[in-house]
């Protein structure tokens, strides 16, 4: 490799993981205000998610689904315990194991969140067969990555 492009190699916007980075800090400012309307932030509304597809999963499953530490998703659980959108008890069949369900203020925040897709979408400026191979191809990629491990 050549000084120069070596150089180039290092530079902050060739940077494959900057690109990545910046574009989800872009995304997160503008579900801000649409979150800020359902009074949760960004990882609120993943874990809300999470739950909207399937309630009644243990901390772990939310965990790998998101892929976070338990470590880092208990404060957001026990935050949105502490809101009234979550319940969380512990598995009579496994004591260690913790179970999250949704509330009744939570399923019908789920109706209030309905448009945020479609905002997003907007904001973008793509088509959903763009966002839909963009998202097919970030996967594969995160894929790769974890292969890499």
């Known amino acids: 490799?050549?000084?120069?492009d070596a150089n180039a190699a290092l530079l902050l916007d060739n940077q494959l993981c900057f690109a990545?980075?910046?574009?989800?800090?872009?995304?997160?400012?503008v579900y801000k205000p649409h979150l800020d309307k359902l009074g949760v932030t960004y990882p609120q509304y993943l874990a809300l998610l999470v739950l909207w597809e399937?309630?009644?999963l243990s901390v772990s499953d939310i965990g790998?689904?998101?892929?976070?530490?338990?470590g880092t998703l208990t404060p957001l659980l026990k935050r949105l315990e502490a809101q009234g959108l979550v319940d969380r008890s512990r598995d009579p069949q496994d004591e260690r194991?913790?179970?999250?369900?949704?509330?009744?203020a939570a399923r019908a925040l789920?109706?209030?969140a309905a448009g945020i897709p479609a905002c997003i979408l907007g904001a973008t400026g793509c088509?959903?067969?763009?966002?839909?191979?963009?998202?097919g191809e970030i996967k594969?990629?995160?894929?790769r990555l974890a292969g890499a491990m």
Request: net charge positive; hydrophobic share 45%.
């Open 97 to 104: 194991r913790v179970v999250i369900r949704l509330t009744a």
């Open 64 to 70: 790998e689904r998101l892929y976070l530490d338990s």
């Open 140 to 143: 594969a990629m995160r894929a």
């Open 1 to 4: 490799m050549e000084t120069n």
């Open 54 to 56: 399937r309630d009644g």
């Open 110 to 112: 789920k109706e209030q």
């Open 20 to 29: 990545l980075h910046s574009a989800s800090l872009a995304m997160t400012k």
């Open 127 to 135: 088509d959903v067969q763009d966002v839909v191979r963009l998202v």
